[in-house]
């Protein structure tokens, strides 16, 4: 790819589109979309255009503009833009393809299911639905698009009665490699509606999604910061609540530690919420009996919930990255995580503006389990509670960019070391969470990247989404494995 031909190709969608859907470098336009995304890396990615379609019809004929046979010109799609990693969506030198036009909300006449444009985000799709007392299995996170998270998975907080969120998706609007426009759904097109239940962008452009609904009202949340002499207690608590025998399928919570440069503190904290307007429920009592240094609770709506969530990580403040691995919530295993956290923060701990931290979410079977194989995520033999690991890092300056990424790397080889001696390993991991280093796809296993690579085969023959939008997790290569995101 040259300058010239992308450049070509930006005048080309300009003349198709029009000046308020094409944005060219030092315009208005061009620079709010740079400064929309949720890390500094990626606001640091300059395309040659950002193109902002507002229909099907408009994304269609701008993969068309952008795969003409004369000449190449790779490019990025971007729903949220939450993906830390430059160049994930956001094309360095290309077109960066922004969804964010496309978020419409229309709730059907039965109230049984809701379209939704991709670019739409969770928190404003709940503020449509709370008042109806209707909700999603969605995001838990508001600013976060809602393309991204459903087609890599989805964690949310009605995960445990619900399952993933791809799995509560009827239905998707795609926009293929030749232009076409479908609907990709058990009815028709069946193989690309399970390919994208976790395929990610594989496969065309997602233009909107067909989301069930169900009855949801208040929820009761709890945040709580405890001393770091309370790890014992809170190893024997995790472990024993999370077995899938003790789980409270109306229970999502976050267990983590933290350490903060700004406050000199490291605590151990919980993020609660239970599904129904219960103050203290008995689920989480031995947690909320531990000392605490901080301890707030309220009922509220899942609008609110996810806004309060997208503030302890404000969009466009700060350098971020995550990483994750995937174990079983074993009492030795929570101890060895906190170990190797704790070690970790010897060597970083005087990086300007530094967070630190590590999150154990728990994935019981009630959420991965359900209609397991209506997914490629590739969990249909596993039967325990497992954790999805998530680091956590948010710094100040570009300078220090190498040794986060390399001490958060050194930190995921500490826990799955630990994780295989103490047989507590899972190879899955959590695309949403994943680092560019990391091959979620892979680890699906055998059979879904199989299934997966003669979906795109099928639909993608010419290796469009493969070879001109490098941005985003790859589908392994039979020959090869490259690296699986650019960066």
């Known amino acids: 790819m040259t300058t010239n031909t992308t450049l070509s190709r930006c005048e080309a969608l300009l003349a198709l589109l029009g000046t308020e859907k094409v944005s060219l470098p030092g315009s208005a336009a061009y620079n709010a979309s740079l400064t929309s995304y949720f890390s500094l890396q990626s606001s640091e990615v300059r395309p040659s255009c950002f193109v902002s379609p507002n229909s099907a ?9 952008l795969t003409s046979p004369d000449t190449s010109c790779e490019f990025a799609i971007r729903s949220g833009g939450h993906l830390w990693i430059p160049g994930a969506s956001n094309a360095p030198g290309g077109v960066t393809v922004d969804l964010r036009g496309l978020n419409s909300i229309n709730l059907s006449a039965d109230k049984t299911t809701v379209s939704v444009g991709v670019g739409a985000t969770w928190d404003a799709v709940y503020a449509k639905l709370d008042p109806l007392g209707l909700s999603v299995a969605g995001g838990r996170v508001g600013g976060v698009g809602v393309g991204g998270l459903t087609l890599g998975g989805g964690i949310s907080h009605l995960g ?9 998706a009827l239905a998707f609007e795609v926009v293929l490699a030749d232009g076409s426009i479908v609907e990709a759904s058990e009815n028709q097109q069946s193989d690309l509606f399970h390919g994208l239940r976790g395929g990610l962008n594989n496969f065309g452009i997602v233009t909107h999604v067909t989301l069930k609904t169900f009855d949801q009202g208040r ?3 709890s945040t709580t910061y405890h001393p770091l002499s309370t790890i014992d207690d ?8 999370t077995a899938p025998d003790n789980y409270d399928e109306n229970a999502s919570f976050i267990t983590s530690f933290g350490y903060s440069q700004s406050g000199g503190l490291s605590v151990i904290s919980n993020q609660l919420v239970y599904a129904k307007p219960v103050e203290n429920p008995s689920y989480y009592q031995e947690l909320l009996s531990l000392p605490s240094i901080f301890q707030s609770s309220s009922v509220t709506d899942m609008t609110t919930l996810a806004q309060q969530a997208a503030q302890l990580l404000p969009s466009g403040e700060g350098r971020y990255m995550f990483a994750t691995t995937t174990f079983l919530p074993t009492e030795a295993m929570f101890h060895a995580a906190f170990n190797a956290w704790n070690k970790s923060l010897m060597g970083v701990q005087d990086i300007s503006g530094l967070t630190w931290s590590l999150s154990l979410e728990p994935l019981p079977p009630a959420i991965y389990q359900r209609d397991a194989k209506a997914n490629v995520l590739g969990l249909a033999d596993r039967t325990d509670t497992l954790v999805a690991c998530l680091l956590t890092q948010v710094w100040a300056n570009q300078v220090d960019d190498e040794r986060v990424y390399a001490a958060t790397a050194a930190l995921v080889d500490t826990l799955e070391e630990a994780a295989r001696s103490l047989d507590a390993y899972d190879p899955f991991l959590y695309l949403a969470y994943a680092a560019n280093w990391q091959d979620p796809i892979a680890s699906y296993g055998n059979a879904s990247v199989e299934q997966l690579r003669g979906l795109r085969a099928r639909v993608d023959p010419k290796g469009v989404f ?8 790859k589908i392994p290569s039979e020959r090869e494995r490259a690296d699986p995101v650019t960066g």
């Open 57 to 65: 019809d408009d994304v269609s004929a701008v993969v068309k503009v």
């Open 160 to 168: 445990p009665q619900y399952g993933w969120t791809c799995n509560t």
């Open 234 to 241: 809170h190893a024997r608590i995790f472990s024993n609540i």
């Open 466 to 473: 493969t070879h001109l939008v490098p941005g985003g997790f």
């Open 219 to 221: 929820l009761w949340t």
